[in-house]
């Protein structure tokens, strides 16, 4: 049995460190499945708390692991963390700033800028008076565990790394994981506490924030009525659809059309005649208008007419589709068809001529069934295509941005040049690419199961890494005033959180239910989100969650890594 003890024992080997991030990821993920307190899950972040056990096991049995490799796994989880992120969010980054998301997204920078004031705050102002705050890169440490930020950690350890090759620290480079350690828990904690205080402060109630939700964004308006109604009104003959919705002032959708006995597929050019039978859709409340101007709803078995309708959802696979415009497909004149809804990453949009198809789009078509499947075969409809990796994209997405990161910028008064580094490098390259990318022929369409396990796999391995690395110097963190990162981490959580929630309750009568996914998005939070979700019974904290996602995890990343290399260079 002495080769299997020499396995675990013999550090630096290939077999033994594969062994032991196997064992650090795997009990990490357990006990992230398992162990949840009044509902709420740390989740992968166990593994960082394993490797920091294991970490200081290995040092304990005078075990030395190879930290070169330790720290190119550690870098290349990173990498491939972020740049999955990057093409995640690319498609809505652009979009989440505009219009309604401007509040929004300006409450997020809002918490971003105040987590980093009240930092450098308790940094400048206690720093004589208690020891361990006299570190600014565990500081920032702290902060990126206490606003619950993995990749912040990482974008600010590859800095440190940066600054180490050029300057390097006496002691070596800062093990900041240990202040991320110690702040994260009561950091996912003083998220939920903020959002319950908000609660209270206000005294919101539920159901008429839902109410006013619903009114200011016209949900009660928008829920679909389908109906069958016969064209009676003598003056509307001979007149187009698109004429008679400027008539009646009201919405519609005519999707099919009986006439002569003939079922077609009408678009806004298509002239009515007494006697024609329509397929309508509208909203609820204008179904009443639109019967009496049209004329009386009848019924009609639409699939029992001689060109059977049906409505289909096609998926977009072909490369010479990605970055056409649905109009230039010309669906309704060249193939008799109408393209009603447009799915993209799960969210649904306005299928309006205009929109730019990418691959992977869903489209939902409605027309004869012969001429929907010829539709369907111009833009592919092939998915079994999208399940083979798009690996050209992302690893010349990933030379691009490695390049990038590394492109040096000067900034007057700074004694060295700042780089985007391995974290901010790869992720503007990839936002870029999930929105842009089409233009240079390059799909950024990923499965979503696939998606997730690239960004999971360089996640553990991120977190596996820095914790092995820190598992040495943790004890001795903890000892020698590591219990102040807990409360700094706290504070560093909760006021900015206060502040920019009562601001925008006070100032602009924010929406609760949309405040909670805000404060959620803010901090790049699931756990928070989680239960927002669940105490509001709606989906609403989704939708302010994801408005500021993008540019909060954005703004996480880069302000981590320019603190360091403006404040410790």
């Not at 890169?137 to 702290?142: E, I, K, N």
């Not at 696979?317 to 230039?328: A, C, E, P, Q």
């Not at 050209?392 to 990038?404: A, E, S």
């Not at 909760?494 to 502040?499: A, E, N, Q, S």
Request: charged share 15%; aromatic share 8%.
């Amino acid at each position: 049995m002495d080769w299997l003890v020499e396995l675990f024992t013999s550090g630096g080997g290939v077999a033994h460190t594969v062994i032991l991030y196997a064992i650090v990821i795997s009990f990490g993920v357990f006990l992230g499945n398992k162990i949840k307190i009044g509902g709420i899950s740390l989740g992968v972040t166990w593994i960082l708390f394993i490797g920091i056990l294991a970490g200081d096991l290995l040092m304990r049995g005078g075990i030395k692991e190879n930290i070169a490799v330790i720290n190119f796994i550690q870098d290349f989880g990173l990498i491939l963390f972020v740049f999955s992120i990057g093409l995640q969010v690319g498609p809505s980054f652009f979009t989440s700033l505009k219009q309604g998301g401007l509040k929004a997204n300006g409450i997020a920078a809002g918490v971003v800028t105040l987590n980093i004031a009240v930092m450098l705050v308790i940094y400048y102002g206690l720093r004589n008076f208690i020891p361990a705050v006299d570190n600014l890169p565990m500081m920032v440490g702290t902060l990126c565990g206490a606003v619950t930020n993995t990749p912040g950690l990482g974008a600010a350890n590859a800095a440190l790394e940066q600054i180490n090759q050029i300057k390097p620290f006496a002691d070596g480079v800062p093990v900041i994981a240990n202040g991320y350690a110690c702040a994260y828990p009561l950091g996912v904690v003083g998220i939920i506490c903020s959002i319950i205080l908000i609660r209270a402060i206000f005294k919101i109630n539920f159901k008429a924030e839902e109410e006013h939700f619903n009114k200011k964004n016209n949900q009660e308006a928008v829920k679909p009525h389908l109906m069958t109604v016969e064209v009676f009104n003598p003056a509307i003959a001979d007149k187009t659809i698109l004429q008679v919705r400027g008539f009646i002032g009201r919405a519609f959708v005519c999707s099919r059309m009986l006439h002569n006995g003939h079922v077609i597929v009408p678009n806004k050019e298509t002239r009515l005649n007494v006697d024609d039978k329509l397929y309508i859709v509208c909203a609820e409340e204008d179904a009443a208008a639109i019967i009496a101007f049209i004329g009386p709803e009848v019924e009609v078995e639409w699939d029992e007419q001689d060109v059977p309708m049906v409505s289909r959802k096609h998926t977009v696979t072909k490369d010479s589709i990605n970055g056409k415009t649905l109009g230039s497909l010309h669906p309704s004149s060249m193939y008799g068809v109408n393209v009603t809804r447009l799915y993209r990453s799960g969210i649904e949009l306005f299928a309006n001529p205009n929109v730019i198809l990418q691959v992977g789009d869903i489209l939902t078509v409605v027309g004869p069934e012969d001429a929907v499947d010829r539709f369907a075969n111009k833009i592919g409809d092939k998915k079994q295509q999208l399940d083979k990796p798009n690996l050209l994209t992302l690893f010349v997405g990933i030379l691009v941005g490695i390049i990038f990161g590394m492109l040096p910028i000067e900034i007057p008064g700074m004694s060295m040049p700042v780089k985007l580094g391995l974290a901010g490098g790869p992720l503007v390259i990839a936002i870029l690419l999930g929105r842009f990318g089409y233009k240079l022929k390059l799909v950024a369409y990923t499965t979503n199961s696939a998606s997730l396990m690239i960004r999971d796999i360089g996640l553990v391995l991120f977190l596996a890494s820095v914790g092995i690395k820190a598992g040495g110097n943790f004890v001795d963190t903890v000892m020698n005033g590591g219990v102040h990162y807990v409360w700094i981490g706290f504070l560093i959580t909760t006021i900015p959180l206060l502040v920019m929630a009562i601001f925008a309750r006070i100032k602009w009568k924010m929406n609760f239910f949309l405040l909670m996914g805000i404060m959620s998005g803010a901090t790049t939070d699931p756990p928070a989100l989680a239960f927002s979700t669940a105490i509001a019974n709606n989906g609403i904290p989704s939708v302010g969650y994801s408005t500021v996602y993008p540019l909060s995890m954005f703004l996480r990343i880069i302000t981590a890594q320019v603190i360091i290399l403006l404040l410790c260079s």
